[in-house]
């Protein structure tokens, strides 16, 4: 389908991460290289964070509203349901086909063509296989792309199969420093992020009756918490909140608007919480999935307690 199409357009799901925006630089690179016409986007937010502007292939990037109507074909990647593509949904109906890459298990099978695989650490790892299959070289540049959304997706190769291991190994072989791949995506915040913690983590609260008693740690990030801090710093919060040894289950509550929250989860082990988030309206992963909720604190939070058991 790629080899075929002359007109193609890359779609990530909205408030994309390191592997959605991974994934679609590096077939965005592969495509033109191949001389094919490429577009990369996503709905929201207008900009890209400012820690996946250290990708390259950003010149693919075009802004949501010049994201051609009609084309050859539309690949949505890292996307489960055609309601994570957001404003951009409408641009499968002017593509010929429209092919889904992606890794959760929850992911709908939106696609006329559809490559799920959810034993795949990473968007990326799939699109890997894509770029192998389709006989182009993953060199450096392909590789730091592929590199960002396996580091971050497998917590720094804490989740990660022997073989996924063996790709990395090769990303580095291919010439990329995996150092200066993963500072800004991950280890790079401003002093003020300190001071964030500080104040949000000192509100933290643990609940060792919830989720049938295997305990739930969570934390409410409130929008003057956050205040001229990046979306990177709140995102943060989750996996400090997972670390806790009393709770199988982290949450964060992160105030979007006055009664619109982005709710973030962890599980250790055993709560799959891809199925909590599909209940409420979300989706996810087993260990780490999220959802959005309306009201105020104090109900979001009831409804994901009586939601967890
Ligand atoms: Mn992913």
């Given at each position: 389908?790629?080899?075929?199409?002359?007109?193609?357009?890359?779609?990530?799901?909205?408030?994309?991460?390191?592997?959605?925006?991974g994934?679609?630089?590096?077939?965005?690179?592969?495509?033109?290289?191949?001389?094919?016409?490429?577009?990369?986007?996503?709905?929201?937010?207008?900009?890209?964070?400012?820690?996946?502007?250290?990708?390259?292939?950003?010149?693919?990037?075009?802004?949501?509203?010049?994201?051609?109507?009609?084309?050859?074909?539309?690949?949505?990647?890292?996307?489960?349901?055609?309601?994570?593509?957001?404003?951009?949904?409408?641009?499968?109906?002017?593509?010929?086909?429209?092919?889904?890459?992606?890794?959760?298990?929850?992911?709908?099978?939106?696609?006329?063509?559809?490559?799920?695989?959810?034993?795949?650490e990473s968007?990326t790892v799939?699109?890997c296989?894509?770029?192998?299959?389709?006989?182009?070289?993953v060199?450096?540049?392909?590789a730091h792309?592929l590199y960002a959304g396996l580091v971050t997706d497998t917590?720094s190769f804490r989740r990660a199969r022997p073989q996924t291991h063996e790709l990395a190994a090769r990303f580095i072989a291919a010439?990329i420093d995996p150092v200066?791949v993963s500072?800004?995506?991950?280890?790079?915040?401003?002093?003020?992020?300190?001071?964030?913690?500080?104040?949000?983590?000192?509100?933290?609260?643990?609940?060792?009756?919830?989720?049938?008693?295997?305990?739930?740690?969570?934390?409410?990030?409130?929008?003057?918490?956050?205040?001229?801090?990046?979306?990177?710093?709140?995102?943060?919060?989750?996996?400090?909140?997972?670390?806790?040894?009393?709770?199988?289950?982290?949450?964060?509550?992160?105030?979007?608007?006055?009664?619109?929250?982005?709710?973030?989860?962890?599980?250790?082990?055993?709560?799959?919480?891809?199925?909590?988030?599909?209940?409420?309206?979300?989706?996810?992963?087993?260990?780490?999935?999220?959802?959005?909720?309306?009201?105020?604190?104090?109900?979001?939070?009831?409804?994901?307690?009586?939601?967890?058991?």
């Amino acid at each position: 389908m790629l080899q075929a199409a002359e007109s193609v357009t890359v779609l990530c799901h909205m408030n994309p991460d390191a592997d959605a925006v991974g994934s679609a630089l590096a077939l965005g690179i592969a495509l033109q290289r191949a001389g094919t016409s490429v577009q990369v986007s996503f709905a929201s937010p207008a900009a890209l964070t400012e820690s996946l502007a250290s990708l390259p292939g950003g010149e693919l990037l075009v802004a949501a509203k010049q994201v051609a109507r009609e084309v050859d074909l539309l690949v949505a990647v890292d996307c489960g349901s055609l309601g994570r593509l957001g404003a951009l949904r409408d641009r499968t109906e002017g593509a010929q086909q429209t092919l889904a890459i992606d890794h959760h298990a929850s992911n709908t099978h939106f696609g006329t063509a559809n490559l799920v695989d959810c034993s795949a650490e990473s968007t990326t790892v799939l699109v890997c296989d894509v770029l192998d299959e389709w006989g182009v070289q993953v060199d450096a540049t392909i590789a730091h792309c592929l590199y960002a959304g396996l580091v971050t997706d497998t917590s720094s190769f804490r989740r990660a199969r022997p073989q996924t291991h063996e790709l990395a190994a090769r990303f580095i072989a291919a010439g990329i420093d995996p150092v200066a791949v993963s500072r800004p995506l991950m280890y790079t915040h401003p002093f003020g992020w300190l001071g964030m913690l500080s104040a949000v983590l000192g509100r933290a609260v643990l609940d060792r009756s919830a989720a049938g008693g295997r305990g739930l740690a969570y934390v409410v990030v409130r929008s003057g918490d956050a205040a001229g801090l990046r979306p990177e710093e709140t995102e943060s919060v989750v996996d400090l909140v997972a670390t806790i040894s009393e709770a199988e289950v982290a949450a964060v509550f992160k105030q979007i608007d006055e009664t619109v929250w982005s709710i973030s989860m962890r599980a250790k082990s055993d709560v799959d919480v891809s199925v909590v988030a599909s209940a409420l309206g979300g989706g996810g992963h087993r260990l780490a999935a999220g959802y959005t909720a309306h009201g105020t604190a104090e109900e979001v939070i009831a409804t994901l307690r009586t939601t967890l058991g």
